[in-house]
C-alpha cells in the first residue's frame, strides 16, 4: 500500500509538472539585462523580448540590473525560481567573469539553463581622428614603438573593449597602457576627443562615428568584412592571423528549469530570429541574427564552455583581475 501511494503520488506530481510546463507562459516574463538601459545589449534584448512575447503570448518585460560587469543581474537570475519568468540574456561576459572574477556568488555551467544563442557582434579596431596612421599594418607598428605611451580606452573590465584590448595586447606581445572608463559613452567621448589614442569596440558603438569621421576605422575582428563598414579589412587580412572575437549574446534560466519551458522559449527564439524587424534592425547594428541551428540549449552550452577556455590564458597571462 505504501508503495503504491508513493508512485501515485510520484505520478501526480510529475503529471502537475508536465501540466504547468504545457500552459506555460500564463502571465509576463521577466528577462533581466545585466547592464545600463541604451547600450548594446540592452539594445539587442528589448529587440529580442519583443518579437518572442508575440510568440508566446504574454510580455517579456526587460529589467536592467547593472553593476560589477554583468555578475549582478546574472546572480539574480542564478537565485531567482526556477519557474521559467526570470530569464538573463548576457553577452560574452556569462564566460570570461568565470575567470575574470576569482569569486562569484554563481557559477555558469552549474547554476543556469541555457536557451539559445541570439547574435555576435563584430568589433572594430578604432583611434581618435587625428592619429596619423592609415592602416591596421601601421597601428600594430605604432603601438609596438609606443608601448606604454599608447593609450588604450576601454569601458572597464570585464567589458567588451576591455577583452579586445587584452588579446590585441597578447597578439603583439606589447603591453600599452589601458585607460578604463565607467563605460563606453564616456571612453568614446575622450577618443573622439584626443585625449586617449586607440579603442576596440563593437560595431554597434563605433559604426556610426567611422562614418562621420568622428573616430578612425582600422579593422574588424571577425573572419569577413562587413556590409556596413566594407572598406575595413579584417584582422587576419592586417597580418594578425587567428585574431578573431565577436560580443555574442545568449538566454540564459535558472538551473532546474523545467526542460519543456526551456524548449519553448528556445522555439520561441529561433522564431523571433527570422522576425523581419529584428533583422532588419540588426543589420542597422552592423549584426545578424544567431543560426537556427546556434539558437538552442546545446550550441550555446558549448559556446560557454569553448569561451571560458579561449580567454582563460589570455586573462591569466594578463594577470588581470576583478577582484
Same mark, same amino acid.
Given at each position: 500500500?505504501?508503495?503504491?501511494?508513493?508512485?501515485?503520488?510520484?505520478?501526480?506530481?510529475?503529471?502537475?509538472?508536465?501540466?504547468?510546463?504545457?500552459?506555460?507562459?500564463?502571465?509576463?516574463?521577466?528577462?533581466?539585462?545585466?547592464?545600463?538601459?541604451?547600450?548594446?545589449?540592452?539594445?539587442?534584448?528589448?529587440?529580442?523580448?519583443?518579437?518572442?512575447?508575440?510568440?508566446?503570448?504574454?510580455?517579456?518585460?526587460?529589467?536592467?540590473?547593472?553593476?560589477?560587469?554583468?555578475?549582478?543581474?546574472?546572480?539574480?537570475?542564478?537565485?531567482?525560481?526556477?519557474?521559467?519568468?526570470?530569464?538573463?540574456?548576457?553577452?560574452?561576459?556569462?564566460?570570461?567573469?568565470?575567470?575574470?572574477?576569482?569569486?562569484?556568488?554563481?557559477?555558469?555551467?552549474?547554476?543556469?539553463?541555457?536557451?539559445?544563442?541570439?547574435?555576435?557582434?563584430?568589433?572594430?579596431?578604432?583611434?581618435?581622428?587625428?592619429?596619423?596612421?592609415?592602416?591596421?599594418?601601421?597601428?600594430?607598428?605604432?603601438?609596438?614603438?609606443?608601448?606604454?605611451?599608447?593609450?588604450?580606452?576601454?569601458?572597464?573590465? !570585464?567589458?567588451?573593449?576591455?577583452?579586445?584590448?587584452?588579446?590585441?595586447?597578447?597578439?603583439?606581445?606589447?603591453?600599452?597602457?589601458?585607460?578604463?572608463?565607467?563605460?563606453?559613452?564616456?571612453?568614446?567621448?575622450?577618443?573622439?576627443?584626443?585625449?586617449?589614442?586607440?579603442?576596440?569596440?563593437?560595431?554597434?558603438?563605433?559604426?556610426?562615428?567611422?562614418?562621420?569621421?568622428?573616430?578612425? !576605422?582600422?579593422?574588424?575582428?571577425?573572419?569577413?568584412?562587413?556590409?556596413?563598414?566594407?572598406?575595413?579589412?579584417?584582422?587576419?587580412?592586417?597580418?594578425?592571423?587567428?585574431?578573431?572575437?565577436?560580443?555574442?549574446? !545568449?538566454?540564459?534560466?535558472?538551473?532546474?528549469?523545467?526542460?519543456?519551458?526551456?524548449?519553448?522559449?528556445?522555439?520561441?527564439?529561433?522564431?523571433?530570429?527570422?522576425?523581419?524587424?529584428?533583422?532588419?534592425?540588426?543589420?542597422?547594428?552592423?549584426?545578424?541574427?544567431?543560426?537556427?541551428?546556434?539558437?538552442?540549449?546545446?550550441?550555446?552550452?558549448?559556446?560557454?564552455?569553448?569561451?571560458?577556455?579561449?580567454?582563460?590564458?589570455?586573462?591569466?597571462?594578463?594577470?588581470?583581475?576583478?577582484?
Amino acid at each position: 500500500m505504501k508503495k503504491t501511494l508513493v508512485l501515485a503520488t510520484a505520478l501526480a506530481l510529475g503529471t502537475s509538472s508536465l501540466a504547468y510546463a504545457q500552459s506555460y507562459p500564463t502571465k509576463p516574463i521577466t528577462m533581466i539585462v545585466p547592464f545600463s538601459a541604451g547600450g548594446p545589449t540592452d539594445t539587442v534584448t528589448r529587440l529580442v523580448a519583443r518579437a518572442m512575447s508575440e510568440e508566446l503570448g504574454q510580455q517579456i518585460v526587460v529589467e536592467n540590473v547593472g553593476g560589477a560587469g554583468g555578475t549582478l543581474g546574472a546572480a539574480r537570475v542564478a537565485q531567482a525560481e526556477n519557474d521559467g519568468y526570470t530569464l538573463l540574456l548576457h553577452h560574452i561576459g556569462m564566460a570570461t567573469t568565470a575567470v575574470l572574477y576569482r569569486e562569484l556568488p554563481y557559477n555558469a555551467l552549474e547554476d543556469f539553463e541555457y536557451v539559445g544563442l541570439v547574435t555576435e557582434v563584430p568589433m572594430v579596431f578604432v583611434s581618435r581622428p587625428d592619429l596619423e596612421l592609415e592602416t591596421m599594418e601601421d597601428l600594430v607598428e605604432w603601438a609596438k614603438e609606443e608601448g606604454e605611451g599608447a593609450l588604450y580606452a576601454n569601458a572597464g573590465i !570585464g567589458a567588451a573593449s576591455h577583452l579586445c584590448g587584452l588579446m590585441f595586447m597578447n597578439a603583439i606581445d606589447t603591453q600599452l597602457t589601458t585607460i578604463p572608463y565607467q563605460g563606453t559613452g564616456p571612453a568614446l567621448t575622450d577618443l573622439m576627443g584626443g585625449q586617449v589614442d586607440v579603442m576596440c569596440d563593437q560595431t554597434t558603438n563605433t559604426t556610426q562615428q567611422i562614418r562621420d569621421g568622428s573616430i578612425k !576605422g582600422f579593422a574588424v575582428t571577425v573572419p569577413e568584412r562587413l556590409d556596413n563598414l566594407p572598406d575595413l579589412p579584417t584582422m587576419a587580412e592586417s597580418g594578425l592571423d587567428g585574431f578573431e572575437v565577436s560580443i555574442w549574446h !545568449g538566454i540564459y534560466a535558472p538551473a532546474g528549469t523545467d526542460s519543456e519551458i526551456i524548449s519553448k522559449l528556445s522555439e520561441a527564439l529561433q522564431t523571433a530570429l527570422e522576425d523581419e524587424t529584428v533583422i532588419e534592425r540588426f543589420a542597422d547594428l552592423g549584426t545578424v541574427p544567431s543560426p537556427q541551428e546556434d539558437a538552442t540549449a546545446e550550441a550555446l552550452r558549448a559556446k560557454v564552455e569553448s569561451e571560458i577556455d579561449v580567454w582563460r590564458p589570455i586573462i591569466e597571462e594578463a594577470g588581470v583581475y576583478a577582484n
